[in-house]
């Protein structure tokens, strides 16, 4: 489980990425779906799965958005 306290350095990258993916996934669910009340239960449920069951799955999604939109010109920098 995530234990980040607010007003680290930790707890507010985690506080900016969770507010971040949550506007996002609301923002597209509420386009997806057509009701913002569902849309925003879908969100919290989504957020506390993710954030609070499973929070590696954060950065695998990362990792794989990451790749996907740079894809190898992010290792030309490293040296790779």
């Known amino acids: 489980m995530l234990v980040a306290e ?6 507010d990258i985690w506080l ?3 507010l971040y993916i949550s506007v996002f996934l609301f923002a ?3 386009g997806k779906m057509g009701n913002p009340a569902i849309a925003m239960l879908y969100t919290i449920i989504i957020m506390f799965l ?4 499973h929070d590696l799955l954060i950065w695998i999604v990362l990792g794989i958005y990451l790749y996907t939109t740079y894809g190898k010109e992010i290792f030309k920098g490293a040296g790779v």
């Open 50 to 53: 993710v954030f609070y069951q």
């Open 16 to 18: 900016a990425l969770f």
């Open 28 to 30: 597209w669910a509420k």
């Open 6 to 11: 607010v007003g680290t350095l930790k707890g």
